[in-house]
């Protein structure tokens, strides 16, 4: 899982670099195998005026199914940061297992059997 981290509006520090990989190896750990790429992009939209303004916005990118898009804004980088991470792997997951069940039920469809004739 390549994991590309982006900033701005501010510099990456590693302590930042570290969290964000921590927090995903440990969220995604569950759907790892599947995702191909993550990207995650981090600003703060309001500059030094402060408020409720940094952003995390987690994109992963799964085989052959659409995106995964999470978004969180908060007052705390780090706080943004652990909610989008936890969100995108309670939905990869469940993106995941939703992919598995419609070809485990349209397979099992196609290999059902014609019933036998009952004798009597």
Do not use: W
């Amino acid at each position: 899982m390549h994991i590309d981290i982006q900033a701005r509006h501010f510099p990456m520090t590693r302590a930042l670099s570290g969290h964000i990989k921590r927090r995903l190896g440990f969220a995604l750990s569950a759907s790892a195998e599947h995702i191909q790429r993550v990207l995650v992009r981090l600003s703060d939209i309001n500059g030094p005026r402060g408020g409720a303004d940094k952003c995390c916005h987690i994109q992963l990118m799964l085989g052959r199914m659409p995106d995964v898009v999470i978004k969180d804004t908060e007052t705390d980088l780090y706080t943004a940061i652990d909610r989008a991470a936890d969100r995108a792997g309670r939905t990869a997951v469940r993106r995941l297992a939703r992919h598995r069940s419609r070809g485990r039920s349209s397979g099992l469809q196609a290999m059902t059997l014609p019933e036998s004739p009952e004798s009597d």
